[in-house]
């Protein structure tokens, strides 16, 4: 059962993979990049969940605050790109 | 597994043919991500909770931090590629795969990386140093020179921004750089309100909890970096800067290394050998003692430098 | 059976049906990512993936725990997930529009471009 939730989050991760090369704007890149990110956090739980090894889910708690700042990074990056030029 | 590593080529040589650079720094994060998951796979949960902090907040925010400064667009170079160079490349990456082949099977116990000293860490590294997290033990006290070796190394990056990106006495750029300005938005800075105190209080958690769990002093300043990134990138780095100063990160970065190369000075002092916490006390007290002092020395060196990188990097490049 | 085997079966039931529930969550998330026509329409798709999936699976997670503790840190996972993913897609939609993208409506009329914020 987490095999085939896992299994789900990657071929999420594959596609949302494909929206990233593909997009035709940057902004449909980078919503894929933050989808990634949350689905890595998922997979890690469950991963962790179906080894048996519990202590992953501190690093879903470390993606979970650290991949808001990412985003934010990206975002004031483009801002200021745009409002440059 | 497959699949990751699939994604991982399929990535890796996007990155290489890909002009903008705003995308290769997108497709590194979501590299950073897979190899993130690739780990957890490999049931290695510190080297995979290391690539999380390092990966996730810091390496994604310097690179863009950076290419504010060097532009959007690859120049692209003169010389086209010639045959030759193709055929070298080609010729070395055959050679490392048919080396490559010779590797042992992944989780051979005859491997020789599982031979020698690997059992002995992990049959006594219980009685010995008295902590459950293994990893921790050969890092901090087993293997405590290399891992001063890689703390060294963190503040000599640093070192070389110091010295490259110029900071508050250097001359103003041509094209009107100016710092990072804050964002006005209500709702990040809300949220990063909210988060800013609770990535504060997470990284010690992590600290100390890396005698249990996976953390430890890397991933705990990595943590610390993040929060002040965040607080950098939401309110403005000149905040950031008045709140933190760089004279102050700089100092704390020394002391860091400091602490760690001296704590190896005082054994040397107390009649042991270069970083033999046996000078502290009877095993497993000893160790334990030991064990805190350096992994506070590395939390101290790479939350500051985290910090002190992204105040150079941010402080300047267009508004 | 007696009470606790059956609050048992009960609690495996739902932990397992909800992360199933979560990964078709994600998986319909995923595919609208790719096939919706315009970007911010994708964004919604993402924001399937992150609300209803995120809570759907944690809380299944939740529930199959063997150590409370675990399951307080997964509802963690989750408080947090539940702030931050509204707020990047937030931070990234209205930096789309303050970039100049602008919604493809029906009949290809664009609306005129906002005054700058």
């Known amino acids: 059962m987490f095999y085939g939730a896992a299994i789900a989050l990657f071929a999420c991760f594959a596609l949302a993979l494909i929206r990233a090369f593909a997009g035709p704007s940057v902004f449909d890149r980078v919503l894929a990049l933050n989808m990634i990110g949350t689905k890595t956090i998922l997979l890690i739980a469950v991963l962790g969940f179906a080894t048996d090894r519990y202590d992953f889910i501190d690093i879903a708690l470390v993606y979970a605050v650290l991949n808001l700042i990412g985003t934010v990074a990206l975002l004031r990056f483009l801002t200021a790109d745009k409002e440059a030029s | ?319 | 059976m007696s009470a606790g085997e059956i609050l048992d079966l009960a609690r495996r039931l739902l932990g397992e049906g909800l992360l199933g529930l979560g990964a078709l969550a994600v998986l319909v998330g995923a595919i609208g990512l790719l096939r919706l026509p315009d970007f911010y329409t994708r964004a919604h798709a993402g924001g399937v993936t992150d609300t209803a999936g995120a809570i759907s699976m944690l809380t299944g997670l939740a529930l199959l725990a063997p150590d409370p503790l675990v399951s307080l840190k997964l509802l963690i996972v989750l408080a947090v997930s539940l702030f931050a993913s509204p707020t990047s897609c937030h931070a990234l939609a209205r930096a789309a529009f303050r970039s100049g993208h602008r919604p493809a409506l029906h009949g290809n009329r664009l609306p005129p471009a906002a005054p700058g914020e």
């Open chain 2, 1 to 319: 597994m497959i699949g990751l590593l699939a994604a991982l080529a399929a990535i890796a040589v996007a990155v290489a043919f890909m002009r903008d650079l705003l995308v290769v720094a997108m497709l590194s994060s979501i590299f950073s991500f897979a190899c993130c998951a690739l780990f957890v796979l490999f049931d290695a949960p510190d080297v995979a909770f290391t690539e999380a902090c390092i990966g996730a907040g810091v390496s994604t925010v310097l690179t863009l931090a950076a290419l504010r400064l060097t532009g959007r667009q690859e120049r692209r170079s003169g010389r086209p590629a010639t045959a030759i160079a193709a055929m070298v490349a080609t010729v070395c990456g055959l050679a490392l795969v048919y080396g490559s082949l010779d590797l042992p099977r992944f989780g051979d116990p005859r491997a020789p990386a599982n031979g020698h000293v690997a059992p002995h860490y992990l049959t006594r590294s219980e009685g010995e140093i008295g902590i459950p997290n293994v990893v921790t033990s050969v890092l901090g006290s087993y293997r405590g020179y290399d891992t001063l070796g890689e703390t060294v190394v963190v503040f000599t990056a640093a070192l070389g921004v110091l010295l490259l990106i110029g900071g508050a006495q250097a001359r103003p750029g041509k094209r009107g750089e100016a710092p990072a300005r804050a964002d006005r938005d209500v709702v990040l800075r809300a949220i990063a309100t909210l988060f800013v105190p609770m990535t504060l209080f997470l990284a010690p958690y992590v600290q100390f909890h890396g005698a249990y769990s996976p953390g430890g002093g890397f991933q705990a300043g990595a943590i610390l970096g993040g929060a002040l990134i965040l607080y950098g990138l939401v309110f403005g780095v000149e905040r950031l800067n008045r709140l933190v100063p760089e004279a102050v990160l700089r100092v704390i970065a020394t002391l860091g290394v400091l602490t760690y190369g001296g704590t190896g000075l005082v054994t040397l002092a107390l009649g042991k050998g270069f970083l033999d916490y046996d000078a502290f006390g009877t095993r497993p007290v000893g160790q334990q003692i030991g064990l805190t002092v350096i992994e506070l020395g590395v939390f101290m060196t790479v939350g500051a430098v985290m910090t002190l990188l992204f105040q150079r990097f941010a402080g300047r490049g267009e508004a």
